[in-house]
């Protein structure tokens, strides 16, 4: 790979030479008038709260409940969702307005089995048009949430306020998921054109679990100490209210975020499953932990206080299932919509020790995320093996392209606004980015610019051969993602097989304020 001219920020930090909330601006952009910033590590400005935060780990984590079917017969299982707004407890002694799914934040899990076929209704009685996306998941087009396929409003919403608009369906739709692919851990979300970004930060977003039979034979922790771990930021009003800085607070003409927020909107409250900094009271054993960054643009380092005699975590599954074989790591590194499936072990800390989760790239609230409180001793029958699946390596040979995909500020844009592009062209829904034939291996190379990129590709995951100024994947990258955290001035190689179903599907940053400000393009499979 050729030398990058500009440094990244995750070498600068593993270097001493800046500190995790430190900004780096990029050589060339100085006096261009553009609000590129980082901070915390992290592309975008905070936004800070009104409200009386609580103390940290004063809160009990709670556990997103499990939604079951309403019917289940030889073609798969039915579900029903209402997308709704509600009020909830966030914060103590106030009420915070959300959008959720079924009127919870998160919304409810859903537990699937691989290859049984999940059909979800979703009903929309929210003031807007929504578009429900399975991520992760190996979908047919028409039911992947593809960002124009709208569910319209029971109370309606004018032809006119549709952008390009594509499948539109009238106040509920089913999605039906296949499933054809491996145990993993996945999230459904809001995917609405131009307005993702605070819809996810309302609430739209929740957990999707699939199991398989190669996944129950391992002795892995399981029950109780299987647990989701929802990370975001969010800030708060005096009134409890999450603030998002829209341009156009009805979420109907104009779209992104006021000049301020245009790297991406960053919150200074961490909750995790949807509670402030919660503490949760575990035994002495080994726990699973389905680590999700469902932030709209935060990154986060996480580390536990102390640290452990071993490894902090060992990860044993990515975005798109479980790895070959067990992966140690004493931090983890999780861009927007990663996940991380790991296993800590509890029994080198003694009963009554508190185990602090804290985010190494951020200041002040921003720096702590959860506790775990070592309530208790108990048997722990569950261990790692050494080979957890029999996941092979995406072959480097055959390929049948090699694409190279720039993801910036600048080229097109939207109005009088600069926006973020990929290849210099703002999204298109008319316009084939890529043709690829399935069944094909491609190469693709993405290069990120101004600031940090979460790189995201619907329908098939993807193995990565090299990242950030190295010559080999990063040590956040085993296994098959979905998603690839990209430093400012970095870039990937990732081979892609395309094996998922014909039709469009789109790629983007999974920063929610970039997607929205046009950084996303098609991809087409052929059969």
């Not at 909750?271 to 680590?291: D, E, F, M, Q, S």
């Not at 940090?452 to 990565?464: A, M, Q, S, T, W």
Request: charged letters at 25%; aromatic letters at 8%; glycine letters at 10%.
């Amino acid at each position: 790979m050729s030398a990058r001219v500009i440094v990244s920020r995750r070498a600068l930090v593993r270097a001493g030479v800046l500190g995790a909330g430190a900004a780096a601006i990029p050589a060339g952009l100085a006096g261009c008038g553009w609000p590129v910033n980082e901070n915390e590590s992290s592309a975008g400005a905070v936004l800070a709260s009104k409200a009386d935060l609580p103390q940290p780990f004063t809160s009990r984590l709670p556990i997103p409940p499990v939604l079951e079917p309403v019917r289940s017969d030889e073609t798969g299982d039915y579900y029903e969702i209402t997308q709704r707004t509600a009020r909830v407890r966030i914060l103590p002694k106030l009420r915070t307005p959300i959008w959720g799914y079924d009127g919870s934040f998160p919304g409810p899990t859903i537990h699937a089995r691989s290859g049984r076929p999940v059909l979800i209704r979703q009903h929309n009685r929210l003031p807007v048009p929504t578009v429900v996306h399975l991520h992760g998941g190996r979908t047919p087009p028409e039911y992947d949430g593809y960002p124009t396929d709208y569910v319209l409003p029971a109370k309606g919403w004018p032809a006119s306020d549709l952008h390009h608009p594509g499948r539109v369906h009238h106040e509920s739709f089913t999605y039906r998921y296949p499933l054809d692919q491996r145990a993993a851990t996945l999230w459904y979300h809001d995917h609405r054109m131009d307005f993702t970004g605070p819809s996810v930060w309302r609430g739209l977003a929740g957990f999707f679990l699939i199991r398989d039979e190669v996944e129950d034979e391992l002795p892995l922790p399981k029950g109780d100490r299987d647990i989701p771990l929802m990370i975001v930021d969010r800030s708060f009003t005096a009134d409890g209210s999450m603030p998002y800085p829209s341009v156009d607070p009805t979420l109907r003409h104009t779209p992104g975020v006021t000049d301020q927020y245009m790297s991406g909107v960053l919150g200074d409250c961490i909750l995790v499953n949807g509670a402030p900094w919660p503490t949760l009271a575990v035994a002495n054993t080994r726990y699973r932990l389905r680590i999700l960054n469902a932030s709209n643009a935060r990154r986060y380092r996480l580390s536990l206080d102390p640290k452990p005699d071993g490894p902090s975590f060992v990860q044993i599954g990515s975005g798109q299932g479980l790895l070959r074989s067990p992966h140690p790591l004493d931090a983890i590194e999780i861009a927007q919509a990663e996940r991380f499936d790991v296993v800590v072990d509890f029994s080198g800390y003694r009963v009554g020790q508190d185990v602090t989760v804290r985010n190494n790239y951020g200041d002040g609230g921003a720096g702590l995320v959860m506790r775990f409180h070592v309530a208790h001793s108990a048997r722990d029958g569950s261990r790692i093996p050494d080979r957890l699946s029999d996941l092979e390596p995406i072959p480097d040979q055959n390929i049948a392209a090699h694409r190279t995909f720039t993801f910036a500020r600048g080229g097109d844009k939207v109005g009088d606004r600069t926006a973020w592009t990929i290849n210099g062209k703002t999204f298109d829904p008319a316009r084939i980015d890529a043709r690829v034939q399935k069944g094909t291996i491609e190469k693709w190379t993405i290069r990120a610019q101004n600031v940090p990129h979460p790189f995201h590709i619907h329908e098939d995951g993807f193995g990565v051969l090299a990242a950030n100024d190295d010559e080999r994947p990063g040590p956040f990258d085993a296994g098959r993602k979905d998603v690839i955290d990209l430093d400012n001035g970095g870039s990937g190689e990732l081979l892609i097989r395309f094996t998922g179903y014909p039709g469009k599907y789109v790629f983007h940053c999974h920063n929610l304020e970039h997607e929205d400000m046009m950084m996303m393009a098609n991809v087409e499979i052929r059969a």
